[in-house]
């Protein structure tokens, strides 16, 4: 399964409402994930299985979609969420997508 | 806490072999498969086998098969890989990842900077 992230760069300011979004080349079946990578940084478990949040991030943070179609949601950006994203899913394999980097506007 | 550690940079000639390490620590190593990933200076990640703590029992990406061998020591909970005939298209960060039950990764080590060069 291939997974087409957009957009790939995203400027934004804080306190914003941001929205990246995932696309899948087959049905998911909703096991998606989201990672955030700071540079220099591994990967951090966002959310998992669309839209549960993982233990110690914060609530700003939400994930929907169905389907082909997936969601990350940032309720009110943060200086700290500046990172790239990656959606991952894991219904058939194990594949990540392009990513999306969130920068300061 | 899970911790995982791994082993620190290395440059290496073309054609040699390398050995990274990722030793853990605050959970059962043999109860989880242990994943290693590949990113690319930019790129995006890619997933390059798993091995299961309790056995040993592997399965790799197609692409990898050849290039990396995973292996385990339970007695110092400790996951391996091995990449070999290094060119440059190995030059990359490599992470181990702990997977959990429902085959996403949930802990990640900091990664293993390999740079392959003459």
């Known amino acids: 399964i291939q997974l087409t992230q957009s957009p790939s760069l995203l400027s934004a300011s804080v306190g914003d409402r941001v929205t990246l979004s995932c696309k899948g080349s087959?049905?998911?079946?909703?096991?998606l994930a989201w990672y955030q990578q700071k540079l220099g940084e591994a990967p951090k478990l966002l959310i998992y299985?669309?839209?549960s949040l993982q233990t110690g991030i914060p609530s700003r943070f939400s994930g929907s979609g169905s389907g082909t179609d997936y969601t990350l949601t940032i309720s009110s950006l943060h200086s700290e969420d500046l990172a790239t994203y990656y959606c991952?899913?894991?219904?058939?394999?194990?594949?990540f997508g392009g990513g999306t980097k969130l920068e300061l506007k | 806490e899970v911790q995982l550690q791994q082993s620190g940079a290395e440059l290496v000639k073309p054609g040699a072999s390398v050995k990274l390490s990722c030793k853990t620590s605050?959970?059962?190593?043999?109860?989880?498969?242990m994943s290693w990933l590949k990113q690319m200076p930019g790129q995006n990640i890619e997933w390059i086998g798993n091995?299961?703590?309790?056995?040993?029992?592997?399965g790799y990406n197609q692409k990898f098969k050849g290039k990396a061998t995973l292996t385990v020591d339970k007695s110092s909970s400790t996951a391996y890989m091995d990449l070999s005939s290094l060119t440059s298209e190995d030059s990359a960060v490599y992470f181990c990842?702990?997977?959990?039950?429902?085959?996403?990764?949930?802990?990640w080590g900091p990664g293993t900077m390999v740079t392959v060069s003459s």
């Open positions: 991952y899913q894991y219904n058939n394999g194990w594949t």
């Open positions: 990842a702990r997977l959990t039950g429902r085959r996403y990764f949930d802990f």
């Open positions: 091995i299961y703590g309790g056995n040993g029992g592997t």
């Open positions: 605050g959970y059962t190593f043999s109860n989880y498969y």
């Open positions: 299985k669309t839209n």
């Open positions: 087959q049905n998911i079946n909703n096991y």
